[in-house]
């Protein structure tokens, strides 16, 4: 389909008009990260580096930080496992109840974060008995990233023969074998794709770790909500928030670009 010069000159204004509404924001946090002035007054008055010095000098920031990445170490790990099980089990296998799977597998992810923190903190302390800390923590956050996981392994091995497995199996090859040596290979770029948004999912999960960490379980997110309202504490949470935004753009495009490979 070819647009008329003023069809592509609206789309393009349109276009830099969402851009402009989802970025600029960005942008104003980047500038304010460099204000001199400690209540962030605008326009600058001045520009200083001092409080990013003050933010890689903070102790409790960086056990934060600690935290956030074990727990997405954590989850990812579960949800790479759990994941990738479920999604041979309802690609390569027929069985009574196979759609109600699926829908409850990806549920999570839809559900409002409200939901599933409430819910998991009651069967975690009601039914369960636990006490809330890094292990709920990690599989709270476990329950929405298996599916970005599923999505990505169920994508591709819908877009892959099952030939090839049949074929390992007649040559005498095991489950294992033939996973190891045909099924992974297909399906490896899937799982890193996958693995890389579930880190960055559970990195900046904010509502369901409010519900499911214990009380001296830190995540950054959590220290970025604490310490936003502060006095002459918002300077720092602007340079963490612009460090978040640079470290996250990473994973997030190597993740799509593997994702779109066939």
Same mark, same amino acid.
């Given at each position: 389909?070819?647009?008329?010069?003023?069809?592509?000159?609206?789309?393009?204004?349109?276009?830099?008009?969402?851009?402009?509404?989802?970025?600029?924001?960005?942008?104003?946090?980047?500038?304010?990260?460099?204000?001199?002035?400690?209540?962030?007054?605008?326009?600058?008055?001045?520009?200083?580096?001092?409080?990013?010095?003050?933010?890689?000098?903070?102790?409790?920031?960086?056990?934060?930080?600690?935290?956030?990445?074990?727990?997405?170490?954590?989850?990812?790990?579960?949800?790479?496992? %759990?994941?990738? +099980?479920?999604? +041979?089990?309802?690609?390569?296998?027929?069985?009574?109840?196979?759609?109600?799977?699926? +829908? %409850?597998?990806?549920?999570?992810?839809?559900?409002?974060?409200?939901?599933?923190?409430?819910?998991?903190?009651?069967?975690?302390?009601?039914?369960?008995?636990?006490?809330?800390?890094?292990?709920? %923590?990690?599989?709270?956050?476990?329950?929405?990233?298996?599916?970005?996981?599923?999505?990505?392994?169920?994508?591709?091995?819908?877009?892959?023969?099952?030939?090839?497995?049949?074929?390992?199996?007649?040559?005498?090859?095991?489950?294992?074998?033939?996973?190891?040596?045909?099924?992974?290979?297909?399906?490896?770029?899937?799982?890193?794709?996958?693995?890389?948004?579930?880190?960055?999912?559970?990195?900046?999960?904010?509502?369901?770790?409010?519900?499911?960490?214990?009380?001296?379980?830190?995540?950054?997110?959590?220290?970025?909500?604490?310490?936003?309202?502060?006095?002459?504490?918002?300077?720092?949470?602007?340079?963490?928030?612009?460090?978040?935004?640079?470290?996250?753009?990473?994973?997030?495009?190597?993740?799509?670009?593997?994702?779109?490979?066939?």
């Amino acid at each position: 389909m070819r647009l008329s010069k003023t069809s592509r000159a609206v789309v393009g204004a349109l276009t830099a008009f969402v851009l402009l509404v989802i970025y600029a924001p960005l942008a104003v946090v980047a500038i304010n990260s460099f204000n001199s002035n400690r209540n962030m007054v605008w326009p600058p008055p001045g520009f200083t580096t001092g409080w990013w010095v003050t933010a890689f000098h903070s102790a409790g920031l960086w056990e934060a930080v600690l935290t956030s990445v074990q727990v997405a170490i954590g989850a990812t790990f579960v949800a790479l496992i %759990l994941g990738t +099980l479920v999604a +041979l089990a309802l690609s390569r296998y027929r069985f009574f109840g196979k759609s109600v799977v699926s +829908l %409850l597998v990806v549920l999570p992810i839809a559900l409002p974060g409200i939901v599933t923190g409430i819910a998991l903190n009651n069967g975690f302390r009601t039914i369960l008995g636990a006490q809330l800390g890094m292990a709920t %923590l990690i599989v709270a956050h476990a329950t929405f990233c298996v599916v970005t996981v599923y999505n990505n392994v169920m994508a591709r091995l819908s877009r892959t023969s099952v030939n090839l497995t049949d074929a390992s199996a007649d040559l005498g090859a095991g489950l294992w074998t033939t996973f190891r040596l045909v099924t992974f290979p297909q399906i490896r770029s899937a799982l890193f794709a996958g693995g890389l948004l579930a880190f960055g999912l559970s990195f900046d999960e904010i509502i369901v770790t409010t519900f499911t960490a214990g009380p001296g379980t830190t995540t950054l997110p959590i220290w970025i909500l604490d310490n936003m309202f502060r006095p002459g504490q918002a300077p720092v949470v602007n340079v963490i928030a612009v460090v978040l935004v640079v470290t996250s753009a990473v994973p997030i495009y190597f993740a799509q670009r593997l994702s779109n490979q066939d």
